[in-house]
């Protein structure tokens, strides 16, 4: 019998080789993508780590078009998006974050670093959605730790209207059981939006099958289809609003 498509789109991952520190070199980007397709996964969104400027954006984009040129023909495509560290500098140089979007849809994939400033990160989040008007989805929120990790801090970023994406190693426990546990409560409160990998190597793609089966029993199958697929199909359709807020 044929395995079941469960995910098509992985929004989240560090599948591009010799940028950060995901896939070392183009084998290991092969078998990242190798096992991505194994799982379901048609489309794969690399998010390499942009933090402080110090990503070299010329090598990024050299690296995306030697991978996406090896792969082209298979039965999986790879679109170019990055993950951004909320810090000072994106706040002294907003205007710059639209070239850094997830594959030209607008969005911005974002991770809120591991810190006590919460007011200044929930300030400077407002202003890039209100002021400067990015579309924002938050990576992973249920890892952030003592700052953002919380049932509350993440119930108050999706009445805000930013987009929650959690990660599958997160619903199975493998950050430790209070990350798992906060993803139970995101997930059962139907607080995400979408599920992805955040994949650095080719074993984080043995998970979703299992992630999924976790998100059903925590909530039900529609919802589970939504956060492994329907959405981030959506979302690179451009449409830009999923279900904002409530
Ligand atoms: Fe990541």
Same mark, same amino acid.
């Given at each position: ?21 995901? %896939? ?14 194994? %799982? ?52 002294? %140089? ?88 906060? %993803? ?63």
């Amino acid at each position: 019998m044929e395995r079941k498509v469960l995910v098509v789109v992985d929004l989240h991952s560090h599948v591009l080789f010799g940028i950060d520190d995901g %896939a070392r070199n183009m084998e290991e980007s092969l078998e990242m993508i190798e096992a991505a397709e194994k %799982a379901g996964i048609r489309t794969i969104v690399a998010t390499p780590h942009l933090k402080n400027y110090v990503l070299a954006p010329e090598k990024t984009h050299e690296n995306y078009r030697m991978l996406a040129e090896k792969i082209k023909g298979d039965n999986i495509g790879i679109i170019l998006g990055f993950e951004i560290m909320l810090n000072h500098l994106l706040e002294k %140089a907003p205007d710059v974050l639209g070239k850094y979007d997830v594959g030209g849809t607008g969005y911005l994939l974002i991770e809120i670093p591991y810190t006590n400033y919460r007011e200044q990160s929930f300030k400077m989040l407002d202003d890039l959605l209100r002021q400067y008007n990015y579309r924002i989805i938050i990576a992973h929120p249920e890892r952030m730790g003592s700052g953002f990790g919380h049932k509350k801090a993440i119930s108050r970023l999706r009445k805000m209207g930013f987009l929650i994406q959690v990660n599958t190693g997160s619903i199975l426990g493998f950050y430790g059981e209070g990350t798992r546990k906060l %993803a139970k409560y995101v997930i059962e409160n139907g607080l995400a939006d979408f599920v992805a990998s955040d994949a650095h190597r080719a074993e984080s793609y043995s998970w979703h099958e299992q992630a999924y089966a976790s998100v059903v029993k925590w909530s039900d199958e529609a919802y589970a289809e939504r956060l492994f697929r329907e959405n981030g199909r959506k979302l690179l359709g451009n449409k830009w609003f999923l279900y904002y807020g409530e």
